[in-house]
C-alpha cells in the first residue's frame, strides 16, 4: 500500500530530486492583458549588475560588505561562546538519528564534526533501538568530494523497488537546486562503472525497471520552462546515448514545470503513468496514459492524485468539487476503486475518505502493508488518523499521540505493519514511538534536551489584523515575564505558499536566546496552511497584503499586551519569510528594531526575471501586466526603501550558490540602503544553496553572527 501527497511546496522548502510529483510546482496560464516592456526595471534599477552571479565587481563587493559585516559581529566578545553553544547542538553525538524504513535497512543521513558533509548509513531495527547502533556506511560524502574536488551536498536516493538494490543518488555542488544523479549499487556499496549518469539540472528520474528510466532534465534544444524547470520527459534504457532517448510526455514552455512518473503501489507493481503540467505553481492539469494516450483527467486545476491505498486511487482537492453530482469540500481526501479507476479514468465512481472539521487540515502521511495514515492540524495542534478500507467502506481513528503537539509519521515501512510517529512542541525535544500496527505505541528514541527550559512556559494568543480576521499566534517566555514591554523578543513567520509554521522544539534558538531571558513568537499568519487551502487562498496575488497586515498586527498586539515595545521586538525570515519581514519593516519601520532577511524575495517588480521567480507568479502575480503590477508596487519591499524613512539596522543573509531566489535581492536592497546612508548589515555566503549551509560549521556561525545581531539591537 503507498500513500504518498504530491501537495506542491513552498519555495522555502527544497524540491524533492528523488520523486517527479514532488517537485516544485507547476504554472497558471499567461495573462492575456498587455505587458510592460520586460527590460523596464533593470533600465530604471542603478544596482542591476548586483543580479550578476559571480561577476568579478560583485562578487567584490560582497566580499566587502562580508568584512564589514565579520567586523561587527564577529569581533563581539559573545559570538565565540555562541557559535561553541549552536556547534555543539548541531555536532551533537547523542542526536536521535531519524530513520527510514527500506528493504535494505534503517537508513540515516548525518553530519558531525568528523564528517561535516556528511554520511549516508543503515543500521538495522534491533539495532537502532539500542544506545549505541552499530552503522554500515553507504555513502561518504566528504570522501567523495575530496576526491573529486567538488563542494558536494547530498541531495537523496532513489531506488528501484520492491527490493531497491539499484538507486540514483543526487548530488548537489556547493547546495544549489540543480543536482547531478549516478546510479549507486546498495549491494557493492559503489557506484555503478559506466552506470546511468545524469549532468548537472532541475528535475528528476524514476525507475521503471532496471534497465530503464523515466527521465525529467534540461535535455537542451529549449526544453526548460520560462522558470528554468524541465516540461519533457523521456524514456530512457541502459546502454543507449540519454541524448537520444524517446521522449514520452511534453508540456509548454509557459508552465511552470511539466514531466510524467509512474503510479505504483507500496509492492512496486506499476498502476500506468501519470503526466502532470503546472499551469500556475498553485495549479496542475493530470493525465494519465490510458489505451496508448495521455487522457486529461477530469480535476480542478486544484486537486490531484493523492496515492494508491487498499485498492484504491486516492485523490486530494485544495478547492471544492462536484464529481457525479457529490460535492467534495476542500481539503478533502477521495477514493475511488482502482481498477474501475484505471478501465475509465473520468467516469468511475468517487467516495469520500476524509473531511476537515472547523479550522482543521491535512498536512503529509505516510503508509504500512495494510493502512494509511493522515497528519492533521486541528488549531494548528497535530494529530495522526490511521485509515483503512473495511466492510466496503472508509474508517479512520486517532492514534493515541500526546495532545497540545506537533505530531507526525516518521517512518512506514511499506512491507509490514510497522511505522514510528514522533512528537514534539517549544520547549519538548522529539519522541519517538514504535508501534506494529499502528495502535499499541512504544516510546523507542527521546532526544536529549539542548537547553534549560525551566521557568518557560508557552502561551497562544489572538491578534487582530486589518479586515479584523483573528490572527492566532504562540508565545514562548519566562514564567512571570514582565508585562512592561522591556523584554526583548524575536518574531518569525512564513505566510506562503500554504506552508505552515508550527511549534517545534527551540534547539539552538533556546540555548542561545531564551535561556538569556529573551522571549520568542511564532505567527500563524494567512497565506501559509495553518489552517488549510482557504487559509492560503486568502492571501495571494490580488490579496497579498493580508500576509503583511496579518504579521505587523501581531507585533502591534505585543506592544499592546505589554509582553515588548518596538525598542525590543525583532523580527527574522527567509525565503517568502525573507520577504514577509522586508515588508513589515518597510510598512512599519517604528515597530522593529531588527530584521533579519534572510535569503529573501525583495524586488518585487522584476522577481519574475530573477532565480526561479517566474515559477511564483501564482503566488504573487505578473508584474509585466499592469492590474497585477499594481497589487504588487503597493508592497515590494526594494521600492519601498526610501531616503526619507527611518529604518531599523537590518541584517540580510544570502548565498551565492542559491539559484532559487538569487542572492541579487539581498544585495540590491543592502546596496540601496547604502545609497541612500541607511545603517545595515549584509553577509552572503559562497555556498549553502537555498536550504543554508552546508556543514554545521558554517551553519553555527551564521546562527551565532544573527544572534549577536538580535542581542546588539535588542537587548544591549
Not at 528501484?160 to 549516478?182: E, F, H, N, Q
Amino acid at each position: 500500500m503507498k500513500l504518498v501527497s504530491i501537495r506542491a511546496l513552498g519555495i522555502a522548502l527544497a524540491a524533492s530530486v528523488a520523486s517527479a510529483p514532488l517537485m516544485t510546482a507547476p504554472l497558471a496560464a499567461q495573462d492575456s492583458n498587455a505587458v510592460v516592456e520586460p527590460d523596464y526595471e533593470a533600465e530604471n534599477d542603478p544596482f542591476i549588475w548586483l543580479e550578476e552571479t559571480r561577476s568579478e565587481r560583485a562578487l567584490e563587493w560582497v566580499e566587502a560588505e562580508n568584512e564589514k559585516t565579520v567586523a561587527a559581529l564577529q569581533t563581539d566578545p559573545r559570538f565565540e561562546e555562541l557559535k561553541a553553544e549552536a556547534l555543539a547542538i548541531y555536532d551533537a553525538e547523542d542526536r536521535v538519528p531519524g530513520v527510514s524504513f527500506t528493504h535494505y535497512g534503517m537508513v540515516n543521513f548525518w553530519q558531525d564534526a568528523k564528517n561535516p558533509k556528511g554520511i549516508l548509513r543503515r543500521t538495522t531495527l534491533e539495532s537502532w533501538r539500542t544506545d549505541n547502533p552499530e552503522w554500515e556506511t553507504i555513502l561518504d560524502i566528504d570522501a567523495l568530494a575530496a576526491a573529486e574536488g567538488r563542494e558536494w551536498v547530498y541531495g537523496g536516493m532513489n531506488c528501484l523497488p520492491p527490493d531497491g538494490t539499484r538507486c540514483m543518488v543526487y548530488l548537489s555542488d556547493g547546495g544549489k537546486d540543480a543536482s547531478i544523479a549516478r546510479e549507486f549499487d546498495l549491494e557493492t556499496l559503489d557506484f555503478v562503472d559506466g552506470g546511468f549518469e545524469l549532468p548537472e539540472s532541475q528535475g528528476s528520474a524514476s525507475w521503471v525497471d532496471k534497465d530503464t528510466l523515466l527521465v525529467s532534465r534540461n535535455f537542451g534544444d529549449d526544453t526548460v520552462t520560462d522558470s528554468f524547470y524541465p516540461f519533457t520527459t523521456r524514456e530512457w534504457k541502459r546502454g543507449t546515448p540519454l541524448e537520444s532517448a524517446p521522449e514520452i510526455f511534453r508540456g509548454e514552455k509557459s508552465d511552470v514545470s511539466a514531466g510524467a512518473y509512474l503510479l505504483r503501489d507500496g509492492e512496486g507493481t506499476i498502476h500506468g503513468r501519470i503526466g502532470y503540467r503546472g499551469i500556475s505553481f498553485h495549479e496542475r492539469e493530470y493525465f494519465v496514459e490510458h489505451d496508448g494516450e495521455w487522457l486529461k483527467l477530469d480535476l480542478p486545476a486544484k486537486a490531484g492524485p493523492y496515492g494508491i491505498l487498499d485498492g484504491h486511487m486516492l485523490l486530494t482537492t485544495d478547492v471544492d468539487w462536484k464529481s457525479n453530482g457529490v460535492m467534495f469540500p476542500a481539503d478533502s481526501i477521495v477514493a475511488v476503486d482502482l481498477e474501475e479507476w484505471k478501465a475509465d479514468p473520468n467516469g468511475a465512481q468517487k467516495v469520500l475518505v476524509w473531511a476537515p472539521g472547523e479550522r482543521q487540515t491535512k498536512r503529509g502521511g505516510g503508509s504500512t502493508k495494510n493502512s494509511g495514515y493522515i497528519s492533521i492540524l486541528d488549531n494548528v495542534k497535530g494529530k495522526v488518523l490511521k485509515f483503512d478500507y473495511e466492510d466496503g467502506g472508509w474508517g479512520w481513528t486517532e492514534i493515541d499521540l500526546p495532545k497540545n503537539a506537533t505530531v507526525g509519521v516518521a517512518t512506514a515501512s511499506n512491507e509490514t505493519d510497522q511505522i514510528m510517529f514522533t512528537s514534539t512542541d517549544f520547549l519538548s525535544p522529539g519522541t519517538y514511538y514504535y508501534a506494529e500496527n499502528g495502535v499499541d505505541l512504544e516510546v523507542v528514541k527521546e532526544s536529549p534536551s539542548r537547553f534549560d527550559a525551566t521557568g518557560m512556559e508557552i502561551e497562544q494568543f489572538e491578534a487582530t489584523s486589518a479586515d479584523g480576521t483573528k490572527i492566532p499566534y504562540f508565545l514562548v517566555k519566562p514564567a512571570g515575564m514582565a508585562m512592561d514591554g522591556s523584554t526583548p523578543v524575536l518574531m518569525g513567520g512564513y505566510g506562503g505558499f500554504q506552508v505552515p509554521r508550527l511549534p517545534s522544539y527551540l534547539g539552538s534558538t533556546g540555548k542561545m536566546w531564551l535561556e538569556r531571558g529573551n522571549a520568542y513568537v511564532l505567527a500563524n499568519i494567512r497565506g501559509g496552511g495553518e489552517f488549510g487551502p482557504n487559509w492560503h487562498q486568502s492571501a495571494i496575488r490580488e490579496n497579498k497584503q493580508r500576509t503583511w497586515d496579518d504579521f505587523i498586527a501581531v507585533g502591534r498586539d505585543l506592544v499592546a499586551r505589554g509582553i515588548t515595545s518596538p525598542e525590543h521586538l525583532g523580527v527574522e525570515g527567509g525565503s517568502q519569510g525573507g520577504l514577509l519581514v522586508g515588508t513589515a519593516f518597510t510598512q512599519a519601520p517604528d515597530l522593529f528594531n531588527a530584521a533579519i532577511v534572510q535569503i529573501p524575495l525583495f524586488d518585487m517588480l522584476r522577481y519574475q526575471f530573477i532565480g526561479r521567480g517566474a515559477s511564483w507568479i501564482g503566488e504573487y502575480g505578473d508584474p509585466r501586466i499592469p492590474e497585477q503590477r499594481e497589487w504588487i508596487e503597493g508592497y515590494s519591499p526594494y521600492q519601498k526603501l526610501l531616503e526619507e524613512k527611518d529604518y531599523p539596522r537590518v541584517f540580510y543573509v544570502t548565498s551565492t550558490a542559491d539559484d532559487r531566489t538569487h542572492p541579487s535581492h539581498g544585495r540590491k536592497a543592502a546596496a540601496r540602503m547604502a545609497a541612500q546612508g541607511d545603517d545595515y548589515l549584509y553577509y552572503e555566503d559562497t555556498a549553502g544553496g537555498h536550504s543554508g549551509g552546508v556543514d554545521n560549521e558554517q551553519r553555527a556561525k551564521l546562527r551565532a553572527m544573527q544572534m549577536v545581531y538580535l542581542l546588539q539591537q535588542l537587548a544591549d
